[in-house]
């Protein structure tokens, strides 16, 4: 399968964005899919992901900004940005997950299949 992320951009401190992940090649169905963003020099982190089955969370530093949501049948994950800060500035990657685990967020570790990441750029 191969994800692409895009609708990044830059947006001023309180608006917002939202990314798209598409899956093309096969179906995502049956995965996880996880949202991590990168700065320069730092490691992937966790921002969020969603279930096969639907259940989702989020990293406690976008909770009550961002959401996400899955269109089964477009094969497709949106990861919902609102409030943007111009802490959120970061590459965002999309990925499918080998392994969803319901106690712990979803660790770079656990990737099945990255998608090319979208830059977003926040203002203050």
């Known amino acids: 399968v191969q994800l692409q992320a895009s609708g990044g951009g830059l947006v001023q401190a309180g608006e917002s964005l939202r990314l798209t992940c598409a899956a093309s090649?096969?179906?995502?169905?049956?995965?996880?899919v996880a949202w991590f963003r990168q700065v320069p020099g730092q490691e992937r982190v966790f921002v969020g992901d969603i279930a096969s089955g639907g259940i989702t969370r989020v990293s406690d530093s976008v909770k009550g900004r961002f959401t996400i949501s899955r269109d089964y049948a477009k094969n497709t994950v949106y990861l919902q940005m609102n409030g943007l800060k111009p802490e959120d500035t970061a590459v965002y990657y999309c990925?499918?997950?080998?392994?969803?685990?319901?106690?712990?967020?979803?660790?770079?570790?656990?990737?099945?299949?990255w998608g090319k990441g979208t830059q977003v750029t926040v203002s203050s």
């Open positions: 090649g096969a179906t995502i169905l049956g995965y996880g």
């Open positions: 990925a499918t997950l080998q392994v969803y685990d319901i106690n712990y967020a979803s660790t770079p570790g656990q990737v099945l299949s």
